[in-house]
């Protein structure tokens, strides 16, 4: 069986954000095994797994992620959008636009610690489209 939804998040601001329960609220009932893919429709913006639990673990990775692509570079030419608009596409190449969680027992398999972060990358990125597709039986 394979199942496909797409869904807004809804708009946060700028930084790392635990989703994992407002994904599952968009999502079907879960087969007892397969696969989950999500997929975020936009190129400033990107979707991860981490830590769930320390909120420092959030406000550090926007931390390490501003020092590794700083804004106002001189060198940038992509700047009608906004200083934020550059720095925030190579952010989310870095991150990436899709994730694979495993399904078992209708659940999903993540670690203990483990959640779905959106790495929301502009000042004001609005909400962000998934499309999320279930393989399973």
Known sequence: MIQQTTFTL???????????????????????TGLLNLFIQHTS?????????????????EKIFNNLVRERESWY???LE????????AK?????ASL????TDG??????????????FRNHGGGRRIV???LGE
């Open 45 to 61: 913006a990107g979707l991860s797994v981490n830590e769930n639990c320390d909120p420092d673990v959030r406000s550090d990775m």
């Open 82 to 89: 906004g200083w934020d608009d550059m720095p925030a596409h």
């Open 107 to 120: 659940r999903l398999n993540l670690g203990t610690w483990q959640g779905i972060y959106l790495c929301e």
């Open 100 to 103: 694979s969680i495993p399904i």
């Open 132 to 134: 999320a597709t279930i």
């Open 10 to 32: 809804r708009a946060r601001a700028r930084g790392f954000h635990l989703v994992t329960d407002e994904v599952l609220s968009h999502l079907p009932a879960l087969p007892k």
């Open 77 to 79: 030419d992509h700047t």
């Open 92 to 96: 989310s190449s870095l991150v990436g």
